[in-house]
């Protein structure tokens, strides 16, 4: 672990490649797992303030189950996490035309709908963001469903920082990203003594 102020990140945000294969996994992230995407209260309010921008980009059986039980509810660990259809896919995913899942609320974002992207936890994959008293673990997530994304990333060569840029920026602010790249140069420079 590396201390960045009050971060400890984990070597491998550094050492390990990752970039999202799609076309690969077919968003499966968003429809697997054992409970919906973390979210911040924050995000919980900007989903229930905006859920009419984002209803348009939901399929019929997501918008029911947001209206039968809200956006969110709360995870084993008392914290709150998107609604699913049918106890699996989370309430907000939709199939594009190449049958690929995708967010609503990504997608309501990047056509101007909304001013805020989809979940910062998703946003991060496949970093996991874990808050103690004193101090935020930034950690690399293995899942088995993100074989073909880390294939990718070892074939481009592109460390999960440096794929993460924009969210770990939305996240944490430029400042921060500035000291990632930093110790990514003197973990390579250490790394060829």
Known sequence: MIEIGDKLVSDEIFEKEFVCNLNA????????????????ME??????????????????????AVEKNGVFYMDQENEPVTSLVNGAECAFVFLDEEGITKCSVEQAYRDGKIDFNKPLSCHLYPIRVQKYRSFTALNYDRWPI???ACSLGEELGVPVYRFLKEPLIRAY????????????EELIANKNK
């Open 25 to 40: 996994c077919k968003g499966a992230c968003c429809i697997e797992g054992d409970d919906g995407a973390p979210l911040k």
């Open 146 to 148: 993100c074989k073909d």
């Open 173 to 184: 602010g430029a400042p921060f990203y500035k000291d990632l790249e930093k110790v990514a």
């Open 43 to 64: 995000e919980v309010n900007l989903l229930e303030d905006h859920l009419d921008e984002i209803k348009p980009y939901m399929r019929p059986e997501g918008i029911a």
